[in-house]
């Protein structure tokens, strides 16, 4: 995401209705500017899907001019842009080639009334139960038989009706081109694929091409390839654009089998549906909003209901034109209203400039989006969860049989997979030097692999002291009464048998209470995570040295074989993490567990008070944070930086009491310290403040207010300042609260810390309990909320925050 640091809205959907502020005007502005990015993207695109389908070419615009409006107005997830899909090309083909175009419109608004439906009685998350692998190939497979029936229009030829057709008439197509519509088409491919790389360019080059890369790249490929052909007078096919007139489309009933008319609504209705509900969950996690996944689903039903009844395609969320309007700096939803409306002002009075478009140019541009749809990310992504069967063979589906049979025989494909491996178990028997047996299962342990067990438990010599290793997977009776029946039977003729599961702290297999894997003798069973939540053995509490030795035995039991892979993986492929986090040594912010992330996700730089030295405080810089800076933007090419404070820092708490101004010889705690002046002059002048609640005390406030500093600190580092002006990194601001494990993210528009909720509607977290007495110590009980807050004004001054 490529959004400046003075325009990082992090917020609800709510937002988009709270009376104006002061940074109204500033959204608005930016709302303005990323709908003019977006109309520029989506008219090219709207043409070519209608020219890929066999619409009239005013679908397109009438499609995206409804998603804009209706969907903006009505949708569930405010930065979203909706319009003709990639997705549902291949499907309006076949519809409009059955049953005609007026035809399909009608199929459109029924669609558009289950997807209502769908909305009021609230399953939209259900659609999100279909596997990636499933969704990923049936893009992928609609994107390659899109690429291939327009590879014959740039070829200068004409599309078969199927994908299969189309490959086979590919040689001969091939064989004779039509030159002038091959070099329009060429001209389109070389410009979308060159002119995000304008940028890069060296010297004085880049920075022109950096400013003309500003400029969308469909939209700048149409126009060359428009002027190109009229200036070498090219003889090609140009785009037939009626005037806009509704009411000659006026849905008409499709005459035909029932149970066809019934499949083609539901297959409109479920990939419009799955595709705009992936769409707003990507679109709410990259723009860090939570929208409402029903209420999207209402509105994008309305807008196929309107769509269908004026004449346009069906529609969906698109990925492209919302990450075009996150990237663009939308604050609202008020960005996709206007794209509509500018759409709409474009199909009225710009139908004369539009004809005189070729048709090699659009079909290059949606050749060139169809085979983007084939994401090598997502390939690797399947691949990784061992999901590449049912991605492959939903992607040949698709293409060779269409995309409802492809999805059925993809989601077969997925079931079948899932119960080969529910029945897939093994068993490595291991004997060591002394006679004993170890017997490690992995896989799930059911009815059908109790041939297999019985078969290693029976090689087992009598009188042998045996442990059996359960991998933690699933174990079903059978496979459990032939453990403990084979158990029974080796005790009774002198054997030794454990039974322990390597994954779960709870027994499986041993209800008797036979030792278990981590777990330590004596009253107390110290097993990974233990320490963490504040329980101590004796011995641990003893010996330090001790504890921490134990904790390293107990992840190479347990924790290391989990994550082998996916470290081996990063070992082979060095580090290529997307964020640069930096935050505070202290011990309690635990940075993966906050970010919910693993081996690779951060590059995390940590110090005393999260602070980032400027180069203008003589005496007090310090290279090595800004080294580390240099390095994760300049080297590791990071996409954003996230600076996170938290509550009770020392650091701040020394800063208010004065440390680093002590006289005498300054300590090398003091010297750093001078780091964070610029925040207490901050403090003084503009202090930082909660969306939702007062601060509790002057170190919160600090806190919050030093976070906003270090942004503005990191802006003096050369290399922060030139990615963050060519819209290639972002920088965020975090705060996180430990009495309440509650994590607020900074709105630089309205200049305030708003908590990130964990669901749709939730309010700010209350505090409650023993929270709200920790907090509110020494402040009468009578002036405190019921929630366990201090109303503004309610406890006494801090006398720090006067000085």
Not at 195 to 204: D, E, I, V
Not at 274 to 282: F, G, M, T
Not at 325 to 352: D, F, K, P
Not at 502 to 525: F, I, K, N, W, Y
Request: net charge neutral; with cysteine.
């Amino acid at each position: 995401m490529t959004l400046d640091i003075s325009s990082a809205p992090i917020a609800s959907d709510t937002t988009d209705h709270a009376p104006p502020g002061p940074g109204a005007r500033i959204r608005w502005a930016q709302d303005l500017s990323a709908s003019l990015v977006v109309f520029l993207i989506a008219v090219p695109f709207s043409l070519g899907i209608a020219l890929a389908t066999g619409a009239p070419l005013t679908a397109g615009l009438a499609a995206a001019a409804v998603g804009g409006i209706v969907v903006g107005l009505f949708g569930g997830t405010s930065l979203m842009v909706s319009g003709p899909s990639a997705a549902l090309t291949v499907i309006t083909a076949g519809l409009i080639t059955q049953y005609g175009w007026q035809a399909t419109c009608t199929i459109t608004l029924a669609a558009g009334l289950l997807q209502l439906l769908l909305g009021v009685r609230r399953v939209a998350r259900t659609a999100l139960a279909v596997s990636p692998a499933i969704v990923h190939g049936m893009l992928a497979g609609v994107g390659l038989t899109i690429a291939i029936a327009q590879l014959h229009v740039v070829l200068g030829g004409s599309p078969q009706s199927s994908a299969v057709a189309n490959l086979l008439a590919l040689p001969g197509q091939l064989a004779g081109p039509h030159p002038p519509a091959l070099l329009a088409g060429a001209v389109t491919v070389a410009v979308l694929l060159g002119w995000p790389r304008l940028g890069r360019l060296p010297g004085r080059a880049g920075r022109l091409g950096a400013r003309l890369a500003k400029v969308p790249g469909p939209l700048a490929a149409i126009a060359l390839a428009t002027t190109l052909a009229l200036a070498l007078g090219l003889r090609l096919a140009h785009i037939e654009l009626p005037a806009w007139q509704p009411h000659a489309f006026v849905p008409a009933l499709p005459h035909g089998p029932v149970p066809g008319l019934i499949a083609a609504v539901l297959t409109v209705t479920a990939v419009a549906g799955v595709e705009s509900l992936l769409s707003a969950v990507a679109i709410d996690r990259m723009s860090r909003r939570t929208g409402d996944l029903d209420r999207e689903l209402r509105g994008q039903g309305l807008a196929n209901l309107l769509s269908g009844l004026v004449g346009g395609l069906p529609i969906a969320g698109g990925a492209v034109r919302s990450t075009a309007n996150v990237q663009a700096g939308a604050q609202t939803r008020w960005a996709s209203v206007l794209h509509g409306v500018w759409v709409l002002a474009a199909a009225l009075a710009l139908t004369g400039g539009l004809r005189r478009i070729p048709l090699a140019a659009l079909a290059a541009l949606v050749l060139v989006v169809g085979l983007q749809m084939v994401s090598f990310a997502h390939i690797r992504n399947v691949h990784r969860h061992r999901e590449f069967p049912v991605y492959l063979t939903t992607v040949i589906a698709v293409v060779a049989a269409g995309v409802l049979w492809g999805v059925a025989i993809g989601a077969a494909t997925a079931v079948l997979l899932a119960l080969y491996r529910l029945t897939r178990a093994h068993m490595d028997v291991e004997t060591g030097p002394d006679g004993s047996v170890t017997v490690q299962t992995h896989g799930p342990l059911t009815f059908t692999a109790v041939p297999r067990l019985s078969r290693a438990l029976a090689g087992i010599p009598a009188g042998a002291e045996v442990t059996v290793v359960h991998d933690g997977s699933f174990l079903d009776h059978a496979a459990y009464e032939t453990l403990h029946s084979w158990r029974a039977g080796h005790q009774d003729a002198g054997g030794r048998v454990s039974m322990v599961t390597r994954r779960q702290d709870d027994e499986v297999l041993d209800p008797d209470g036979t030792v278990r894997a981590g777990s330590s003798p004596g009253p107390h069973r110290c097993r990974a995570w233990t320490p963490w939540v504040g329980h101590h053995c004796i011995e641990q509490q003893e010996d330090p040295h001790g504890r921490l030795l134990d904790g390293v035995r107990v992840f190479q039991l347990h924790t290391a074989p989990l994550i082998r892979p996916e470290l081996a993986r990063l070992a082979r492929e060095g580090q290529t993490p997307s964020q640069l986090f930096l935050t505070c040594a202290d011990s309690r912010m635990v940075t993966s567990m906050i970010t919910n992330s693993g081996p690779g996700d951060l590059f995390t730089v940590r110090n005393v008070g999260n602070l980032v030295p400027a180069p203008f405080e003589p005496g007090a810089a310090d290279d090595s944070v800004a080294a580390a800076v240099q390095y994760a933007v300049e080297v590791l090419e990071v996409r954003s930086i996230t600076v996170c404070g938290h509550s009770g820092c020392g650091a701040m708490k020394a800063l208010l009491d004065g440390v680093h101004e002590l006289p005498g010889p300054p300590t090398p705690l003091a010297r750093w310290l001078r780091n964070g002046r610029g925040s207490l002059d901050r403090l003084r002048r503009v202090p930082a403040e909660f969306a939702g609640r007062p601060v509790v005390d002057a170190v919160e406030q600090l806190c919050i207010t030093n976070v906003v500093q270090q942004l503005d600190q990191l802006m003096a580092n050369p290399a922060v300042e030139r990615r963050v002006e060519e819209g290639t990194l972002r920088l965020v601001g975090m705060y996180f609260d430990f009495a309440t494990a509650q994590a607020y993210v900074l709105d630089r528009a309205a200049g305030t810390f708003s908590p990130v909720e964990a669901r749709a509607g939730a309010r700010t977290e209350a505090r409650t309990g023993a929270h709200a007495e920790a907090r509110t110590a020494g402040v009468p009980a009578e002036r405190v909320n019921e929630d366990g807050r201090v109303p503004p004004g309610g406890g006494e001054e801090d006398p720090r925050l006067a000085a």
